[in-house]
């Protein structure tokens, strides 16, 4: 192995990690919502700060790798999307922090029957499952599963865009929730970037290991681009 | 990490001319230390202290203090000066190997230092090509000519010949300047492999062959050293303008 794969290994390491912190954050912060739990919401809030110095760590590991080495061709590739992905990475963890923290803002428990009506839940989940795959997608090499990406960020966008209606019929149905319901309809809001940053992530794997640039390409393009 | 060797307001002179203006630096035991700078700026007289190469040279003058392991190395008797130099094993820019057999040139320091035990000198040889990452290369041809390897093998085989009789630091003057870019690269990753068993100091007029290979680099100008520092640092973000200048090719 050479000098500049020994650093490249580190440099997916320590991406690889930051990954599945992220996605740990997430699952903790819907957790949290789901439970209520207030302890959770804060444990997530304080990780965030990990999730910062992980950007750091990777940028400074591309940062060497470029005045190190001069990489090229795939190894160029990989520290170019290291940079963007560590970037990604550190908005999710914002988004997963800003949820736990309009849970923190919740004066009592979210009521089990908004929680269904606005379908955050799910939409959380499809969130979730799209970082996760996103994390396999790039650890496994497997652009098909990358691809399958783009087509659920529909889901996210159809959830997000009945949540206006949703939250108010939540108001008028249990109007002593009016609080937690937009805490809900700002989550969602939040929760709906995620699916925006698994793109950039997806379009960057596939970059990776395929050099193609898919950004601005049409969608029906991006998921049958082969 | 302790100091394998260190210099301390070490000058010198090649008669008149002033090549070394009061050098004090630490190297760094087992790892790879990069000297660079113009030509000119006394990178290569500066390595060469270390194991009193200028001595060679008329009309010089050496002061200041040249420590390897806290002893001054210029205040040994002239008899130790033998035993310095197996400690201090050097690498040239052009191959030069023996005209002997590709064995011949490994077990010739061995031999020379009265080593006679055939099986002894058998095993050395094996374990120093395999050490400079030329065994499986040459195993099956090992009585054939040295010439017959190529620049970046008779190269390897020039490390392999310098690390036979074990020495503690390893001098590296442009070692790989006249190789191709595979036999570079090969070079390049032996020195990283190495760091771990040697000391290394490498003097390279190609700064990003010292950005790879090196923990540490020494910026030499005109006789003075500049800035000396972690690689990363150097690399990144050094401390003094000339150093910053050089590295992005903006003179030198």
Known sequence: MTHLDTELKILKADLIEMWQLVVNQLEKGMKALTNFDRDLAEEVMENEKRVNSFELKVDKDCENIFALFQPVASDLRLVLVALKIGNNLERIGDIAASVADFVLEADTDFNKAILEHTKILEMYAVANEMIADALEAFDQEDTRLARTIFKRDKILDDIDNKALDRVLECIQNYPDQARNSLLVMSMMRKLERVGDQSKNLAEEIIFYFEAKVLKHKKKKKKEGDE | ?252
């Not at chain 2, 113009?38 to 008329?58: A, E, H, Q, V, W």
């Not at chain 2, 570079?184 to 700064?207: A, C, P, S």
Request: overall charge neutral; some cysteine.
């Open chain 2, 1 to 252: 990490m302790s100091n394998k060797i260190e210099t301390i307001d070490a000058h010198l002179y090649y008669g008149d001319f002033h090549a070394l203006k009061g050098i004090t630096l630490g190297i760094k035991e087992n790892a790879v230390t990069a000297l660079i700078g113009p030509s000119g700026c006394g990178k290569t007289s500066y390595l060469r202290l270390f194991n009193r190469m200028n001595d060679l040279i008329p009309y010089t003058q050496i002061s200041g203090q040249v420590l390897l392991d806290g002893q001054n190395i210029y205040q040994i008797k002239p008899a130790e000066i033998d035993s310095l130099r197996r400690n201090v094993g050097m690498v040239f820019q052009n191959p030069n190997p023996f005209p002997k057999s590709i064995f011949e040139n490994v077990a010739y320091g061995l031999r020379v230092n009265g080593i006679k035990d055939k099986s002894l000198i058998e095993a050395q040889v094996e374990k120093t090509l395999q050490q400079a990452a030329l065994w499986d290369e040459v195993k099956d041809k090992l009585n054939q000519s040295a010439f017959e390897l190529s620049g970046g093998q008779q190269q390897r085989l020039c490390i392999a010949r310098a690390l036979a009789i074990e020495p503690t630091i390893l001098l590296m003057d442009e070692p790989a300047s006249a190789l191709d870019p595979i036999s570079t690269g090969k070079i390049e990753d032996l020195i990283f492999e190495l760091k771990n068993q040697f000391t290394i100091v490498i003097v390279t007029h190609n700064m990003q062959q010292a950005g790879r290979v090196s923990d540490y680099t020494g910026f030499f100008y005109l006789g003075q050293l500049i800035e000396y520092g972690k690689t990363r640092k150097i690399f990144t973000n050094p401390t003094k303008q000339e150093t910053e200048n050089y590295i992005t090719g903006r003179f030198g």
